[in-house]
Structure formats: structure tokens, C-alpha cells
């Protein structure tokens, strides 16, 4: 990722890996691969953000959380519409590459 400015890197393609994961192939090439879990975890949205300790839904089976549906928003995010009804979390693009948790992306030992 060095020498390579947030705005200009963009998703070209977004797929559901079945209930598991999520991957976005982004325009310089890389590819980001976001385990359901992780990528709800870490929900933008004012509620999950604000909430301490960070919102966690109640959910029989936490693993068993996944998209239903990934909309884009406007050129600059996408939406998630989880299982577990939650819907409100826009992921921006500079949020999800910075999530990256690939060892390339992700600091030593973050993940």
C-alpha cells in the first residue's frame, strides 16, 4: 500500500464469499479479504461507534452473522444490511482499506 493515496483507490469488484467473508478487489490491484465477523465488528455507524463497550448484537450464534445485502452508496461506500438486522453502517472506502486485515495491510500482531 505504500505511496498509495486513500481516495484514489477504489473497490472494482465486492463479493459474499457464502456466509463467511466478504472480498474486495480494489483498483490498484489488491485484494482485501474481511472475515463477516470482523467486518461487522467494526460497523461505522454513530450507534457502534458510540456505544462502550463496542455494540455487540445478540445473536445465538455469532459466527453465523453475514450480509445479506452490500449496496453501494453513492462513488464513495457501501452499505450492509447484516443478519442480525442491523443496517445503518456505511462503510466508506478509506474505512475499508484501512481495515484491511491482510499482513501487508494490518500492523504486526493487530488482527
Known amino acids: ?23 474486495i ?9 474481511f472475515a463477516n465477523r470482523y467486518l461487522r465488528d467494526n460497523c461505522p455507524c454513530a450507534f457502534c461507534r458510540e456505544t462502550r463497550p463496542r455494540y455487540s448484537p445478540p445473536v ?11 449496496s453501494p452508496v453513492g462513488l464513495y461506500a457501501i452499505n450492509v ?9 456505511i462503510y466508506s472506502f478509506p474505512t475499508l482499506r484501512a481495515l484491511c486485515p491482510c499482513d501487508e495491510c494490518a500492523p504486526a500482531g493487530a488482527c
Do not use: K
Request: aromatic fraction near 4%; hydrophobic fraction near 35%.
Open 81 to 89: 444490511v447484516w443478519s442480525d438486522g442491523h443496517d445503518s453502517g
Open 25 to 33: 478487489t480494489w483498483s490498484d490491484g489488491h485484494a482485501s479479504l
Open 60 to 70: 445465538r450464534d455469532a459466527e453465523a452473522v453475514h450480509p445479506v445485502t452490500i
Open 1 to 23: 500500500m505504500t505511496g498509495v493515496r486513500q481516495v484514489d483507490v477504489v473497490p472494482r469488484e465486492v463479493r459474499r464469499h457464502g456466509t463467511d467473508s466478504v472480498e
